[in-house]
């Protein structure tokens, strides 16, 4: 193995791990939503909490610690429809990253 090729893969076991991270970053960002005047972070906890839930409307505080009245099933919806579609794309994204590393 010559010092060159051993250059190129470290290269690209480091351009790997940077853009696995922005991705991460990304993923993070997009998964938020906006209802009622106030920013929410989607988590898989927030979507159980809602399931859980019996009310059709609740007060959750949201990423700026406002309380905000919301309806239970319209924002269960919206959170899970956003949370399928990022957490969708970030494993598409990540999997097109593992493959043009190995290339």
């Known amino acids: 193995m010559n010092i060159e090729q051993t250059l190129t ?3 690209q076991r ?3 791990s940077i853009n696995k991270k922005i991705l991460k970053e990304t ?4 998964l938020h939503i906006a ?3 106030g920013l929410f972070a989607i988590t898989p906890y927030l979507i159980a909490f ?4 019996d009310d059709a409307e609740l007060v ?3 990423t700026f610690e406002n309380p905000i009245i919301i309806n239970r099933e319209e924002f269960m919806t919206l959170c899970k429809q956003q949370y399928h579609k990022v957490m969708n794309q970030w494993y598409i994204r990540h999997d097109q990253l593992k493959k043009e590393r190995k290339v």
Do not use: F, G, H
């Open 14 to 16: 480091t351009d790997y």
């Open 35 to 37: 209802y009622q005047n």
């Open 50 to 53: 809602l399931n859980s839930w």
């Open 27 to 30: 993923v993070l960002k997009d």
């Open 9 to 11: 893969e470290i290269k």
């Open 60 to 62: 959750l505080e949201d």
